[in-house]
Nanobody
Framework: VQLQASGGGLVQPGGSLRLSCAASGSIIGIDNMGWYRQAPGKQREMLAFITDGGSTNYADSAKGRFTISRGNAKKTVYLQMDSLKPEDTAVYYC??????????????WGQGTLVTVSS
């Protein structure tokens, strides 16, 4: 079981990016999926998560500018980021609680994707 994140890059202030994270492997189910970020010299912070049923929760830093969603097969999670600011520069990580084919459920992290907001 693994999570693969993509979509990071360099964007100008005020621009947008859409991050994607796909789960793969022998999966029987996925519970919550979420996005975190870690800026240089700072602790990792939760940005948003979405439940299997589609309920969402956002950190104050993400409300109004970021939107989390899941794909139809619910194995992919997206983070649409609008009105980006230089302080959004960070490595972004996806996270999910995944049930594997051996019936164990555990938390998994993607490898991180760098977002740089700069002119």
């Amino acid at each position: 079981v693994q999570l693969q994140a993509s979509g990071g890059g360099l964007v100008q202030p005020g621009g947008s990016l859409r991050l994607s994270c796909a789960a793969s492997g022998s999966i029987i189910g996925i519970d919550n999926m979420g996005w975190y970020r870690q800026a240089p010299g700072k602790q990792r912070e939760m940005l948003a998560f979405i439940t299997d049923g589609g309920s969402t929760n956002y950190a104050d830093s993400a409300k109004g500018r970021f939107t989390i969603s899941r794909g139809n097969a619910k194995k992919t999670v997206y983070l649409q980021m609008d009105s980006l600011k230089p302080e959004d520069t960070a490595v972004y990580y996806c996270n999910a609680v995944i049930g594997a084919s051996d019936s164990t459920w555990s938390e998994h992290w993607g490898q991180g994707t760098l977002v740089t907001v700069s002119s």
